[in-house]
């Protein structure tokens, strides 16, 4: 299973980002994906993750009200849309992904993980 991110650059604060993460090789039936990221000098925290069955959305404070996360289950995609960013926004971005019926906010929750795609917020 290969996950990849996508979809980092460079944006003005205030402006907007989509980041993407698609899976391919075998196939699998995600319980949950997540986005995490991690700045640098610092430790990768959770930023948002998405539950399939039953649905639901999950945000880290810093972000709830201006990152969207959205995805589909069949595709084991998710998406995360950027809005209002910060400076402080400024990471790498990962996607991961998990089969186990776990909360999800933890990075031993998650089984696969993308490479990462970075974003840098200019102020």
């Known amino acids: 299973v290969q996950l990849q991110a996508s979809g980092g650059g460079l944006v003005q604060a205030g402006g907007s980002l989509r980041l993407s993460c698609v899976t391919s090789?075998?196939?699998?039936?995600?319980?949950?994906m997540g986005w995490f990221r991690q700045a640098p000098g610092k430790e990768r925290e959770f930023v948002g993750n998405?539950?399939?069955?039953?649905?639901?959305?999950d945000y880290t404070e810093s972000v709830n009200g201006r990152f969207t996360i959205s995805g589909d289950k069949d595709q084991n995609a998710i998406y995360l849309q950027m809005d209002s960013v910060k400076p402080e926004d400024t990471a790498v971005y990962y996607c991961?992904?998990?089969?186990?019926?776990?909360?999800?906010?933890?990075?031993?929750?998650?089984?696969?993980w993308g490479q990462g795609t970075l974003v840098t917020v200019s102020s």
């Open positions: 991961a992904a998990s089969t186990n019926p776990t909360r999800g906010l933890r990075l031993k929750d998650y089984q696969y």
């Open positions: 090789g075998r196939t699998f039936d995600s319980y949950r």
């Open positions: 998405i539950r399939w069955n039953p649905y639901s959305i």
